[in-house]
């Protein structure tokens, strides 16, 4: 028996609860399938405790999140996770992660516990410890009632669990999650949503979650990577984005001509007219007041103001469009 | 054993070796192999030839209870050809073993998409093969080399020192043949196995690379009027290889030599086979 292998240990939080240490660096990070680029020289360094893998499908997000668990060589460039090169370092990279795949990935003719057991052993927990695990896993996932019931008799959700309960089984410091709420029914998505909520609340383990559906990663993640056609769209702090208040303004108004917006674009701010309805990003040093001045001066009526923050459909079609 | 409570703690405890993780994978898939009961029938069936040989071990020593039945000594001797007899016996059963047993190793794996379960742990592909390998190399050499070298020995402290030491060359052919044997075989499996991804095709397809190899085999020295044909025959050169190490009269057109080269060549492909499908995603270029 070893101690646990990991020669790394997880990165300290800095005071403002950001860990130091990237959990993931890609430099210049370039995948070739046959004549294809899959991922363009990347480079990134991302460093929240849940990471959202956003794009929309064939931009790159699986072949990523493979080749950093070494299933993909990179043709150019290198990639870290806790601060270990994945062409030299996959055996201790792969001791601290758990894996939970987007495709349906069992093994037929176990029950769930003995396939959490045996994964978990490979991971390399002792026999007796990891049937142990293998139960608190199920438990915790859900499946407790289910246990012993073959996993080729599960519904998908059910796989689905089972598939995230084998992830978690041997304690990983970062839980990659392909897709996690796949084909799974509005309800059964809410529990894996929350649930991996639970998992980053809990700050054992980091997340980085893989997914097309930007509820999913809005909800769970507080870092998101937009990938595009195998290149970085857009890298965005979603916390940072929340705290800042981008000043986001919604103005339902009447009676307004081309001079209101004229006038507020001279202060600076951006705006976009559409009916009676008009969205504004307020530049520094402007405050509401002043639309209001400007407004009684133009003789236009503001029926309604709503502060908007940025929502991560608004980044994300941004990036999508640049 | 505490798991009422819906929690989750991380582990911190020790962790076995990894040298020693291809063994989970051994002990998983020997279970599973044996819950057919179809399974464990055969496989106690490949003992019944064994027993027999035990029998007629003890009956050529037993030179008085011969004579009560009124059978000639000579007639039951244990030589080489005994055990040649022996090794071709348990071959074919070993065959069978492996067309039952060896599709299901893989091949469930690749068809649910189990593999990048397994490879996105510090757990290799090598390390995979092995430990599926080694369930079937232990299964045969309980059918084959194990019983042969039981016989083997009790036949040594029957005959005496002086058997054994002419003898010992024997000991060494078993050894030899059975892995040869075992190691063919198992590859020959889980390659087919990992080619087709189902059970039973690959099952059929490892009957028909031994059967239809024969024919196939036929066909060619008949319409090219040569004897190379027998090297596309699995068996035959196996057959080839058996001869020469026990050291039979047998008419065989191909010598050993040639047909364990043959038989590398094929151990080479079913393992470039292997390494080429048992991957955690298949590459589509």
Not at chain 1, 68 to 93: C, H, M
Request: glycine letters at 8%.
């Amino acid at each position: 028996m070893t101690q646990p292998g990991a020669p790394v240990s997880e990165s300290r939080s800095s005071p403002t609860g950001v860990p130091s240490v990237p959990l993931i660096e890609l430099n210049g990070l370039t995948v070739r399938f046959g004549n294809r680029d899959i991922l363009r020289g990347l480079t990134a360094s991302l460093r929240g405790r849940a990471i959202g893998l956003l794009g929309p499908n064939g931009a790159g997000k699986s072949t990523l999140i493979n080749t950093l668990l070494g299933f993909y060589k990179p043709v150019g460039g290198s990639a870290k996770v806790f601060g270990q090169d994945i062409g030299t370092n996959l055996r201790n990279i792969r001791r601290l992660v758990g894996y939970m795949p987007e495709n349906d990935a069992f093994v037929s003719k176990m029950n769930a516990v003995s396939f959490v057991r045996m994964m978990g052993e490979l991971s390399g927990l002792p026999s007796r410890v990891a049937l142990e695990r293998a139960h608190e896993a199920l438990f915790y996932v859900g499946l407790a009632e289910a246990r012993y019931r073959q996993l080729g008799t599960y519904s998908l959700g059910m796989k689905q669990l089972a598939k995230l309960a084998q992830a978690i089984v041997h304690g990983p410091k970062l839980l990659i999650l392909d897709e996690p709420t796949n084909g799974l029914d509005p309800s059964a998505r809410q529990r894996m949503v929350r649930m991996v909520r639970e998992i980053r609340d809990s700050r054992e383990m980091r997340i980085v979650l893989c997914s097309h559906l930007l509820r999913d990663v809005e909800d769970t993640c507080d870092e998101v990577l937009i990938l595009k056609g195998g290149q970085i769209a857009h890298y965005s702090d979603l916390d940072e984005e929340r705290r800042s208040n981008k000043r986001f303004v919604e103005l339902e108004i009447y009676g307004a001509n081309g001079d209101f917006t004229a006038a507020i674009e001279k202060l600076g701010c951006e705006c976009a007219v559409a009916a009676n309805r008009m969205k504004m990003v307020l530049a520094d040093g402007v405050e509401t007041r002043d639309i209001f001045r400007i407004a009684a001066e133009q003789q236009v009526r503001i029926r309604r103001l709503n502060f908007r923050r940025d929502t991560l459909e608004d980044i994300f079609l941004k990036a999508m469009e640049s | 054993m505490a798991v009422y409570r819906r929690n989750y703690r991380p582990y911190s405890g020790t962790q076995t070796r990894e040298w020693s993780r291809f063994l989970v994978l051994f002990r998983y898939s020997r279970r599973n192999l044996f819950r057919s009961k179809v399974q464990t029938g055969f496989f106690v069936l490949c003992f019944f030839y064994p027993i027999a040989c035990l029998v007629m071990i003890y009956l050529a020593h037993s030179a008085s209870f011969l004579a009560k039945l009124g059978v000639p000594s000579q007639l039951i001797s244990i030589d080489s050809m005994f055990f040649f007899r022996y090794m071709s016996v348990q071959g074919v059963l070993s065959f069978l073993m492996t067309a039952f047993a060896g599709p299901g190793l893989i091949s469930p794996d690749l068809a649910n998409g189990a593999l990048p379960l397994y490879f996105c742990r510090p757990f290799s592909r090598v390390e995979y093969v092995l430990g599926k390998s080694s369930v079937l190399g232990i299964l045969l050499s309980q059918i084959t080399l194990i019983p042969g070298l039981i016989l083997f020995t009790i036949q040594a402290s029957f005959a005496g020192a002086s058997w054994t030491w002419n003898n010992l060359w024997i000991a060494g052919s078993l050894v030899v043949a059975s892995l040869i044997c075992i190691s063919i075989l198992s590859l020959l499996a889980m390659a087919l196995s990992a080619w087709v991804k189902w059970r039973i095709v690959a099952g059929a397809l490892l009957l028909a690379v031994m059967f239809f190899g024969a024919g196939f085999a036929q066909a060619i020295n008949a319409v090219m009027h040569t004897d190379s044909g027998h090297f596309v025959d699995v068996a035959y050169l196996m057959a080839a290889i058996w001869i020469g190490l026990f050291r039979v009269e047998a008419e065989n057109s191909i010598t050993a030599f040639p047909a364990l080269i043959a038989l590398l060549v094929y151990c080479c492909i079913c393992l470039w086979l292997l390494m080429r499908k048992v991957r955690a995603f298949e590459v589509i270029r």
